[in-house]
Structure formats: C-alpha cells, structure tokens
C-alpha cells in the first residue's frame, strides 16, 4: 500500500484477533539517508496517552481502516538510539522543513508518501505556502534527492521532481 504520511497519522491500530483499538498513529520513525521506515508511533487511547512504536516488522498489514497488528504485546517504548544507525528521526522533525537547491528555495516540506511493501518515503511533497499544503498542492521530490546537512538543513540534489 502507499499512502501520504499525513493521511496515515490518526488511522487507528488494531489487534487481529480482537480487533481492539490500541490507539492511533501520530508519526513515523525512518533513517534519514536511506529513507526506510523502521517504526510507526501511536498514541495510546489511555486516560493519560503516552506514544508507543510499533516496529515495521511486527504490522501485518496497513489499510484505509488502520494498522493491523498480530498481538498487541508488539508495541514498545521507543529509543531512537537503539535503532540501527544514527540517523533515525521522527517524521514530524522534517515536516515544515526549508527545502533548497543551489539557486532558490524550493519549499517547505508538508508531506512525504510511503510505500509500506517498501518499508521507504518515496517522495517527500514540498509546498510554498500553507494554502497549497492545505489545497494538496504542491512538488514531489524523489526521496532519494533530498539529503540532510550537517546544521539539519535539507538540501535538494538535482532532478527527480514532478508537480502533483
């Protein structure tokens, strides 16, 4: 399945069997220079919600009516420095983002679409004003041209844009 990462935030996770509402997905967890999704987060449906991962690996299957799990004893705490690499981030962290290239600014980065089969962002969807985000406008740049710098500044290689 591959879906806009904002369009996956709030679907519910549901156990298979019970097929019990364990919270819904609030972000995602994906490293920065290979663009593969290692986590989905979820919000708790808990009198006190606290954010919980799901590991890639453990979801059965993601569709329109939410994320399907095999057991809801899957679900961990989340340590960002666990996961493989050092260059694991939240989604959200990049979302409003200044995207450049050597001439100009190109936007701001409002959306990314990830293939679950793949378990990567494929594009990250750049918009110049909240208007376009909101109205679904905005450039598709190849997630494997956009590269984070150092000062956490994402810097658009050449090529591999389309306009939605």
């Known amino acids: 399945m591959v879906e806009t990462v904002k369009r996956l935030f709030g679907r519910p996770v ?9 919270g819904k997905v609030s972000d995602l967890v994906f490293d920065t220079e290979t663009n593969v999704v ?4 979820m919000a708790t ?3 006190i919600p606290f954010t919980r991962a799901i590991l890639l690996k453990d979801i059965l299957r993601v569709n329109k009516s939410g994320v399907i799990i095999s057991d809801a004893s899957k679900i961990r705490v989340i340590n960002l420095s666990a996961l493989p690499g050092n260059t694991a981030t939240y989604f959200e962290h990049f979302h409003g ?5 050597e ?15 793949a378990s990567e962002l494929t594009e990250f969807i750049l918009s110049d004003s909240r208007l376009q985000a909101l109205l679904g406008k905005g450039k598709r740049i190849s997630a494997h041209n956009i590269m984070k710098n150092n000062d956490e500044i ?3 290689k050449k ?3 389309s306009n939605e």
């Open 14 to 22: 549901l156990e298979q069997n019970s097929e019990e509402i364990l």
């Open 38 to 41: 290692t986590a989905l987060l």
């Open 45 to 47: 449906n808990s009198i």
């Open 97 to 101: 983002q200044k995207v450049k290239n």
């Open 103 to 117: 001439q100009r600014r190109n936007g701001k980065i409002r959306d990314a679409v990830f293939d679950f089969e």
């Open 154 to 156: 994402l810097i658009q």
């Open 159 to 161: 090529g591999g844009s």
